[in-house]
């Protein structure tokens, strides 16, 4: 009842006119169905009077009546059945568009945190899984459920009103499957909910092997026939380990059809046997054989659709949980305005965090500011922290403990869309999105029209601008290869699309993480030189392991496991002789070396 009470509003929403009239359709199929029954009983009572009566050409005519009316209303039923389907199946694409839509619109603004937990993901998963075709199902079912429910009472008066003796034969042909088919949908569920995270690896081997992301590196480490190994292995215990589970039901089902074939024949020959003796009329045995073989066919459906049902219930409740996610970091009650001009700047104080579920803190005692046109550094060896740092600055987390404020005030207070409209990143793993070059650039203001100059400007400034347009179609072409007419790019030229990327929207903070890895020195030099027109005089906040790139920020922070050990400017560091000061030494002298 939970389910549906969540899954009508679902359908009410996405396809009101096709709910109703699917509705409307399923209950005439269901009267009409009935219709034909109690017709074919009315002709097989006119029959069997005939068998007693002298033939007339009068009294042939009511079974000819019988005939035609029960022949009019089977076409009905049919007609009626296949608007029936129509109207299911177009309300069926309607609530799956729907909720795809609903599934996208919580998958974009869910917590990062959800993506980085395997237990969170696995939510996300069986919610596809479970298909967005399910709350049809569910309803359709449903309806099919009570009409068969509705017929197969029909059908057991009638056959109560030959004997009720054969009622319980009824019972026994129908229930224990029922019961059978229940367990084992239960059963397969929960094995499949094991097995969630192996077949995900499953997925993940087999997309290593066909994808062009590893075939360069699968070739010449020769990974192939190990990564086929490892697949094979998976695959066969998944399959091993389904098919005993089908093996098990397909030997139930055959002693529960077993025992309900010998309870009907034995059902048959003791009808047979009375029929012999006088007590039921020949008319009574076509009956039964007519109706009791519908009445099973139609149990079988019952059974079928019931175990259908809480599959369904089941699986729904996977997708419900899905569309009940909230995101953890979301807008506060009532948004401060952010404010414009910025004054103070950002500030972290005292703030430390650790990834949920992890126990050892990524972040500790961290205080840093940000002042308004301040360009800001942050050094340290990998896994310091650096990253997790401009997460919590872009509320892609929020901090265990300590605050961050923006003009003193805590950054939890601001609309959250406002506040990251604050920031243009690029992270160390920036996306490469299957579009256009244009596009890739425009995406970092969304908002401003496709042939905006925007695009070309911020390309101008990433020094993209001249090998876009050495492009086959210039900033029209596609950067992949997934497409006709596409063209892939090199890693290098990627990171200037993203840098490009950064510097599209009109962002108060820019914030690049490696922003150069890729480039070479000549353009890396080209960058920096005049970085602060470049960005027009906004604050920035860069992360780089090239200790040239950094020493022109007027800030920078060293960061060691988790905690910031020096900070000053570059001056100051070097003159301090700490870790910045060594780094430094270190790599200038690789260059000096080489110079000499
Ligand atoms: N999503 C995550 N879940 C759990 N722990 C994480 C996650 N991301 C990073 N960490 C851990 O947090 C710590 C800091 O990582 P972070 O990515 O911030 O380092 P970094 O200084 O940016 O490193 P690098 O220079 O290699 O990019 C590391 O110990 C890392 O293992």
Not at 18 to 30: G, H, I, R, Y
Not at 219 to 228: F, I, V
Not at 330 to 356: C, N
Not at 497 to 509: G, Y
């Amino acid at each position: 009842m939970d389910t549906l009470r969540a899954i009508l509003p679902l359908l009410w929403v996405s396809s009101r006119k096709w709910t109703l009239l699917a509705t409307l359709f399923m209950v005439m199929e269901a009267c009409l169905g009935l219709a034909v029954l109690y017709l074919l009983k009315q002709l097989v009572d006119v029959v069997t009077q005939l068998l007693g009566d002298a033939t007339s050409p009068d009294s042939f005519t009511p079974v000819l009546w019988y005939v035609a009316l029960t022949g009019v209303t089977t076409l009905a039923f049919i007609v009626i059945r296949a608007l029936s389907n129509l109207a299911k199946e177009i309300q069926s694409l309607l609530v799956a568009d729907h909720i795809d839509q609903e599934i996208h619109a919580r998958a974009v603004v869910a917590d990062l945190a959800f993506y980085e937990s395997p237990r969170y993901f696995d939510t996300l998963e069986r919610a596809r899984e479970a298909g967005n075709h399910r709350p049809v199902q569910v309803v359709s079912n449903l309806m099919m459920l009570a009409r068969n429910g509705i017929m197969l009472t029909a059908i057991a008066a009638l056959i109560l009103s030959l004997n009720w003796l054969l009622v319980p034969v009824l019972a026994i042909a129908i229930v224990p499957a029922l019961l059978v088919r229940l367990h084992f949908t239960r059963h397969l569920y929960d094995w499949q909910h094991r097995r969630t995270q192996m077949e995900r690896r499953a997925g993940y081997l087999d997309w290593l092997m066909t994808s062009n992301y590893h075939a360069k590196e699968l070739r010449l480490y020769q990974l192939g026939e190990h990564l086929r190994g490892c697949y094979g292995r998976l695959r066969s215990q998944i399959r091993h380990e389904r098919l005993q589970i089908t093996q098990r039901r397909t030997r139930i089902e055959v002693i529960v059809g077993g025992i309900a074939t010998t309870a009907f024949f034995s059902a048959l020959a003791y009808l047979a046997w009375q029929t012999a003796q006088g007590r039921n009329s020949v008319g009574d045995l076509v009956l039964f054989l007519l109706i009791f073989q519908r009445a099973q066919s139609m149990g079988q459906d019952l059974v079928h659709q019931l175990s259908n049902l809480y599959e369904d219930h089941l699986y729904m409740g996977l997708l419900l949980k899905f569309l009940a996610i909230r995101p953890v970091i979301a807008d506060p009650a009532e948004p401060a305005p952010i404010p414009d001009p910025i004054r103070e700047g950002i500030r972290f104080h005292d703030v430390g965090f650790h990834y949920p579920g992890c126990t050892t803190p990524a972040l500790r005692h961290i205080d840093l500011s940000i002042a308004p046109g301040q360009i800001v550094a942050l050094v340290g060896t990998n896994g310091s922290g650096k990253t997790s740092l401009i997460k919590l600055l872009c509320r892609l987390y929020d901090p265990t403990t300590g605050k961050i404020t923006l003009d003193g005030v805590d950054i939890r207070d601001y609309g959250l869309e406002d506040y990251r409209r604050l920031f243009s990143v690029i992270f160390q793993d920036y996306s490469h999105y299957a579009e256009s070059a244009g596009e890739n650039i425009r995406f970092g203001d969304i908002e401003s029209p496709r042939d905006t100059p925007a695009v070309k400007s911020a390309a101008i400034k990433a020094d993209a601008d001249s090998f876009i347009q050495g492009l086959s179609a210039g900033y029209d072409t596609p950067l992949t290869r997934m497409f006709d007419d596409g063209q892939e790019i090199s890693i290098g030229q990627w990171q200037k699309i993203a840098l490009a990327r950064a510097f599209m929207q009109q962002s108060r903070v820019i914030i690049l993480d490696e922003p150069t890895s890729a480039l070479d020195p000549g353009a890396e030099f080209q960058l920096f030189e005049n970085f602060r027109e470049r960005i027009d005089h906004r604050a920035a906040l860069i992360i780089s392991h090239r200790l040239s790139t950094v020493r022109m920020a007027d800030h920078i922070y060293v960061m060691e496991q988790g905690v910031i050990c020096e900070s000053g400017t570059h001056d100051e560091l070097i003159e301090r002789g700490g870790i910045y000061c060594r780094l430094f030494n270190q790599q200038a002298h690789h260059y000096r070396e080489v110079d000499a």
